[in-house]
Structures are given as structure tokens and as C-alpha cells.
């Protein structure tokens, strides 16, 4: 079985006592995201993530110019950390002998022989990015992948691996962290998310189609072993890296939680393409948004009962079609589902979108073929919108009991997966329910409640409850629901509160109960209203 230790054209993961002084080096210098923003300032540190290298190549440079103030032949710590985020953050070139005050254990040769950097112009510079991250390990890593456009100019290669970009952050900020037995990180790309499911899970087996990604990604654990908790004597006691496309590498096993930001972005097909034009980190080689539509339908077979998945994705949307409508028909309906939709855009701006994403736009004849190629497929099949989200599946074992779709633009509280999983338990806790009537309720912590009114009138004309936490939704009240919200404070039960309502406003009917509780009920579904674990309740079945 391959173990990707020595990947040509990739970084080099087969010395580990190597990998060990790289990291000490990297931890006495401070190269953590705090120190690097504390060297360039929280600004240029924020326009970094928008790849905009200027205002930190101006403070590191400046860092470094301050070191004329050191004897001879002595390095502040300053400007050697502004060396490391020169080189490796930034792009630029420099001495090995800076490189070597850098990282005294390591070395620039160390880091010749580890494939991170190469010899340029006299003296040393970047092969591959490699920059700080805070994990939810509880410390400082530090994640290589490949260059970026706004590092080195020209077209990405088709074998690029990706680092933490804005999906990547997303699906991280969306995932379930409960605790799991066996966890599938299908497309791991530089291994980011198995960073974040190494926390909760015992196990984590990590796929990619490309041999350069799982290279990558077993350099980037195997330098991070010690934070990470694992042994590197043993890293397939923790992690197993596969090589494969989809869910090919794990058939006939399944999984307790699955993540993924697969290659979802749709591409135009050509004949005779082959797979080594293809930039894998980004395009599965199907047609339209078959990936997307192939994992929805195929996941919830590798889900063991009960297990969750959290996908990103991209879907077409024809004319005369709805976006939640075509979405739903690939799920098979053994499999809870909860997809948000979180922007749409027209053809010619997806288009553009992923020809810069790959800077394809640096070559103009290519740009405008492969612009026109990119209309066309999406002509062909009268596409008028792709849309981007969030999918959150789950195996029930039987017929799905949830089913939701529903599209929000707006700013979400990060990270939204806790908010997710709070939500599908008030869902479950719906479901097995046997007296909703029963049940106490509290007004949730965050929820606030807005009254609006023209001057002089006696009554509100408008309320509203609004959530400052998770999906901070808002929610327009009746009259008789925000008189059942405001009695929510655990001592009374729901059934009692209607009760009290219908009498005083001499609504004595199933009628008005019906509908109320219902409204009471989708309070919970969306978080305004919570049970109180404390209060006395109806004994679940």
C-alpha cells in the first residue's frame, strides 16, 4: 500500500527526525497565526486571507530592515520570523544563510531535502506555501499546500493542492464535532479538515484523487504529530490515507460522520480531455453537477445507522426548475437531509469566478475559450443559476423523518455546526414527543423580542422575536403566539399556556388550539423556544 512519503514534486515526509526540528524551528521563532499578525498587524494579517500580499510584504521587509540595528552576524527574532513569512507566506527569495539564522535546527539545506524549497537566483525560495492556522486541537499548526496566483504568477497546475481557502473554512465551520468511532474525509486536498475531525474522532480514513494532496496531507500531519496527537511510528493508527476517486477507496465500508468539500465546481466537458488537464483540486471530470448529485445519492450508503455527513457543493438550476426541488430528488429517502442554499449566481459570473480561481485569465486567448466553452455547456442544458450551500445528511436506517431546504444569504454565527446539531436534536426531540402539551419551555437565551407601532395606537402593529446566535432568524409573531412566548419561563406547561390564552381570549376551540400549537412547534424547529430539562414533563416513549 502506498504511504506517499515520497511523491516526486512533492513535499517529502520520510525523515521524521527532520520534520521534528522544522517544528521546533517554527515554534521558537513564533510563526503562529498571533505572530505573524503581531509582526505585519492585524490589517495587512486580514488582507493576507483575501490574497493581497502587499501590506505584509511591506511590514515584513520593513522587520527586516530593522535588523541593521543588530551587531554583525546576529538575527533579531523579529526578523527571523519576518524571514519565514517572506519566504514561505509571501513568495519572495532569499539567502541561504538567512535561511539557515532562521531555522537553525533545519537548516536551508533541511529544507531543500524536505521539497519546500528550491534553489533560486543565488539563493533559496518557496516550492510550496506553508503557513500558521489555529486548530481546534487546542494549538498552533502550520498547513503546506501549493503556492498561490498571487504568489506566483502564471496558470495553476493541474495537480494543484488547495490550502485553507474560504470552502475549506466554511465546511470546517459547519461540521459535527460530537465525538465518533470511524470518520471519512473524502477529498482531503491538504488535509484540513482531518485536522479538525483528529479532535472527536478515533479514526479518520482521508481520500483524494490526487497523489500530491495525500503527499501533502501526510507531510502536513506528520510535522503537526505532535499537536495532533499522534504517534509517527504508527500514523495508520489514527489516520489512513487512500488513494482514489469518491467513494470508490472505502466501498463496502461505512462511517460514523463524513465530511467533504469535494471537486464540486462545474466544468465544461470536452472531447477527449484527459484527466491530467483536469485541475484536480476543483474538478471531478463528471459532467454538470453530477458529483454533487452522485454523493448525495451514493452517501448515505456509507453511513452507518444514525451516522451524519456535512458537504459542500454546487447544483444547476434550469430554467422552469427549483433549485430545492432538483436537490431533493437525488437523496434517497432512507436519508434525513438539511441542505442551505447560500448564494446563487448567473452563468457568466461562475464563469469568471473559477477562470480566475485558476488564473486562467492570465492568458487572454485561453481565458476567452475556455469563458465561451463555459457559456456554452451551460446553454446546452439552459442553465440560468448555480447555486452554492451546505449539505448536512444523516442515515436513519428507515424512512427519513426530515427534509429541509431553505435558502439564507445573510451572515451566520461561526461556526454554525453546534447550531446545526442543536437543531436536528430539537427535531428528534419533536419526533419522539409523545405530548408536546405537556412539555415546559423557555425562551432561548439569545432570543430578543422587537415591538413595532405607529404613534398613538394602543396595540403593536408588528412583533418580532430575532435571534442574536446560530441562524439568527426572525420570526413574525401573532398576537396570541408572542402572548404564549412571553409565558414561557418553565413554569408552565405548553398546554396550560394555550389554555390560559384560549380564555382570555374567548378562543375556546381545537381550532385555535391546533394552530397555536403548531406555531409553538416550529418555534422549537428553528431554536426561539427550547425544552426545559428541568421543568416536569410527559415521559418520552
Known sequence: MLNFAEVPDAPQSDDQDLLNRLAADLTTVNYTVDGV????????????????????????????????????????????LAA???????????????????FPSTGAAGLLSLGLVEEYDGGVRALMDLRPYS????????????????????????????????????LAQFAARAPVDRALDLGTGCGIQTFHLLAHARHITA?????????????????????????????????????????????????????????FVITPRSTGERVEDQFTYRDGGLAGDDIVSSLLGGIPSVLSPGGTAQLLGNWEI??????????????????????????????????????????????????????????????????????????????????????????????????????????????????????????????????????????????PGVILLRQGAGFRRTTLLSTELAGFVSACDGDLSAGQIIGALSALLNRDDDAFSDALLEEVRNLVKDGFLVPDSGAPTEPLP
Do not use: K
Request: glycine share 8%.
Open 37 to 80: 499578525a503581531n509582526l505585519v498587524g492585524t490589517d495587512a494579517y486580514a488582507a493576507l486571507e483575501r490574497d493581497q500580499t502587499v501590506p505584509a510584504l511591506l511590514a515584513a521587509r520593513a522587520a527586516q530592515e530593522r535588523e541593521g540595528q543588530q551587531q554583525e552576524g546576529q538575527h533579531s527574532s523579529e526578523s527571523r
Open 84 to 102: 519565514v513569512v517572506l519566504v514561505f507566506m509571501l513568495g519572495e527569495s532569499a539567502p541561504a544563510a538567512t535561511l539557515d539564522a532562521a
Open 135 to 170: 486548530s481546534d486541537t487546542g494549538g498552533d499548526v502550520w498547513v503546506a499546500s501549493d503556492l498561490g496566483s498571487h504568489v506566483r504568477p502564471g496558470v495553476l497546475r493541474t495537480d494543484h493542492v488547495l490550502g485553507i481557502g474560504r470552502a475549506s473554512l466554511t
Open 207 to 263: 481520500t483524494d484523487i490526487s497523489e500530491r494532496a495525500l503527499a501533502v496531507t501526510r507531510f502536513n500531519l506528520l510535522l503537526n504529530a505532535s499537536a495532533l496527537g499522534i504517534d509517527p511510528a504508527d500514523l495508520d493508527a489514527r489516520v489512513c490515507l487512500r488513494l482514489g476517486s469518491l467513494l470508490e477507496p472505502v466501498s463496502g465500508e461505512t462511517f460514523d460522520q463524513i465530511v467533504s468539500n469535494p471537486p
Open 318 to 459: 434550469p430554467e422552469g426548475q427549483t433549485w430545492d426541488g432538483r436537490v431533493a430528488g437525488w437523496v434517497p429517502d432512507t436519508a434525513d437531509v438539511w441542505v442551505v442554499q447560500r448564494e446563487q449566481l448567473t452563468p457568466t459570473h461562475y464563469a469568471e469566478t473559477w477562470l480566475r480561481d485558476a488564473a486562467e485569465n492570465r492568458d487572454p486567448a485561453r481565458f476567452a475559450e475556455r469563458f465561451s466553452d463555459y457559456l456554452a455547456d451551460f446553454g446546452s442544458r439552459s442553465v440560468e443559476h448555480i447555486g452554492f450551500g451546505m449539505v448536512w445528511l444523516r442515515n436513519t436506517g428507515g424512512p427519513a423523518t426530515l427534509r429541509r431546504f431553505e435558502e439564507i444569504t445573510y451572515d451566520l454565527e461561526q461556526p454554525i455546526g453546534p447550531h446545526v446539531s442543536a437543531a436536528v436534536a430539537r427535531h428528534d426531540w419533536l419526533g419522539d414527543c409523545a405530548d408536546l402539551p405537556g412539555q415546559h419551555l423557555l425562551v432561548a437565551e439569545d432570543v430578543t423580542e422587537e415591538r413595532h407601532q405607529r404613534p398613538g395606537a394602543e396595540h
